[in-house]
């Protein structure tokens, strides 16, 4: 079987050009922690039988996170993408609580594993907002990447830990450090989002 993961769906605006450039996949499966976005990428996909978008939150265990979200003043548009990791730069600037939602959230390694085969072709993209590392590494640990055939990434090391402007060169030692381990299970990263995003890749396509 052949399955495309998109971790972080959004409004579903991605999966939908991938499912036009690429429809050979058996499954198409989301996750979008937001209730907001869920709710548009449901309808958005609403007709197609191969698609399964899923209201949780990817991480490395099961439960209940807060999940950070900020809208402009006086409208429901979005300051940026929510997100679980609470130091991430944008995030320290919030300081209401009405900036956050509780949501649930799946062990994704687990997920993987109970779920999928080893022979089985997965793409997974992820663009979780900082989250990546955490999850990416957990994979790592419980032999979960393995499971994974191809691999795009939206990379936020100013999402890693206590990154500010006075610690950027050493966060971004560390993300380097992370794309080299994570390439000797076969994937072909080079920490650049221009070259490791999909959504990038993608639009490249249609400028060609």
Avoid: Q
């Avoid at 409004?11 to 036009?20: A, R």
């Avoid at 919030?94 to 997965?122: R, W």
């Amino acid at each position: 079987m052949r399955y495309y993961i998109d971790l972080g769906t959004y409004k579903g605006l991605l999966m939908e050009k991938v499912i036009h450039k690429f429809p050979f996949f058996d499954k198409y499966i989301g996750f979008e922690p937001a209730p907001k976005l869920y709710k548009e990428a449901v309808r958005r996909f609403k007709n197609n039988k191969k698609v399964f978008i899923n209201n949780l939150a990817v991480d490395i265990n099961d439960g209940r996170k807060k999940l950070y979200i900020s809208y402009h003043k006086n409208s429901r548009k979005l300051k940026f993408c929510p997100t679980l990791v609470k130091n991430k730069k944008k995030v320290k600037k919030l300081g209401s609580k009405s900036e956050f939602v509780y949501v649930k959230t799946i062990n994704f390694s687990k997920y993987i594993i109970d779920n999928f085969k080893e022979s089985d072709e997965i793409v997974l993209k992820i663009d979780i907002e900082g989250k990546e590392y955490d999850l990416l590494e957990h994979m790592i640990n419980t032999g979960a990447i393995k499971y994974i055939n191809k691999l795009y990434c939206d990379w936020h090391y100013d999402g890693m830990c206590e990154y500010t402007k006075w610690t950027r060169g050493k966060y971004k030692i560390k993300h380097y450090d992370f794309i080299d381990k994570l390439n000797k299970y076969g994937f072909n990263l080079t920490g650049d989002n221009l070259k490791d995003e999909l959504e990038f890749l993608i639009d490249d396509m249609d400028r060609l």
